[in-house]
T-cell receptor, first 113, second 116 residues
Framework: LAKTTQPISMDSYEGQEVNITCSHN???????ITWYQQFPSQGPRFIIQ???TKVTNEVASLFIPADRKSSTLSLPRVSLSDTAVYYC??????????????FGRGTSLIVHP | NAGVTQTPKFRILKIGQSMTLQCTQD?????MYWYRQDPGMGLKLIYY???????DKGEVPNGYNVSRSTTEDFPLRLELAAPSQTSVYFC???????????????FGEGSRLTVL
């Protein structure tokens, strides 16, 4: 299965911009990068997805360089409620030949007052 | 819409017991997945299904079995529970995008299993 590498943890303060970078050196040519957010005792939920360059929605931006071997999730002006684990996902081929979402360990973001 | 529903939310098993975690989705998604999450770790894929009647192994399938007789349901069975299976189990589903890649994942609330 395809692998991703992210920092294990990050700390920030309310009102700051947070950038979390993910490495995915073996991403498939047709694959896209997806980021999920997980709060304690809940399942992950979708934040943003992109294939290349920059994608922005109401909660985050996603920057993907031309070689697509990494991506950066940007959270503008974080608040205490952004404290969560953030996962970068790509799809890896399984032994059965399907492309299935693969989770790494994620980045635990703690936002301080 | 209920989305993805998992039952039970909590369960304590004795070593050697068997049980089934239920998962149902009402979004008519073709893809369904079972992940397990150990404390402080990411999610590891146990089994997945790309449609009714089709299942396949993920990263950590040993000790588990699944079936997919309908589009809606994807139960996960533990035959002989072991302490190593103490974990939080998440069921998820996603749509078929018409390409080789599935769509956005929708997760259930999780089932916390303890094996003593």
């Amino acid at each position: 299965l395809a692998k991703t590498t992210q920092p294990i943890s990050m700390d920030s303060y309310e009102g700051q911009e947070v950038n979390i970078t993910c490495s995915h050196n073996n991403i498939a040519t047709n694959d896209y990068i997806t980021w999920y957010q997980q709060f304690p005792s809940q399942g992950p939920r979708f934040i943003i997805q992109g294939y290349k360059t920059k994608v922005t929605n109401e909660v985050a931006s996603l920057f993907i360089p031309a070689d697509r071997k990494s991506s950066t999730l940007s959270l503008p002006r974080v608040s205490l409620s952004d404290t969560a684990v953030y996962y970068c996902l790509v799809h890896g081929p399984t032994s059965g030949g399907s492309y299935i979402p693969t989770f790494g360990r994620g980045t635990s973001l703690i936002v301080h007052p | 819409n209920a989305g993805v529903t998992q039952t039970p939310k909590f369960r304590i098993l004795k070593i050697g017991q068997s049980m089934t975690l239920q998962c149902t989705q009402d979004m008519n998604h073709n893809y369904m997945y079972w992940y397990r999450q150990d404390p402080g770790m990411g999610l590891k894929l146990i089994y997945y299904s790309v449609g009714a009647g089709i299942t396949d192994k993920g990263e950590v399938p040993n000790g588990y079995n699944v079936s997919r007789s309908t589009t809606e349901d994807f139960p996960l069975r533990l035959e002989l529970a072991a302490p190593s299976q103490t974990s939080v189990y998440f069921c998820a589903s996603s749509s078929d995008t018409g390409t080789s890649l599935p769509g956005e994942l929708f997760f259930g609330e999780g089932s916390r299993l303890t094996v003593l």
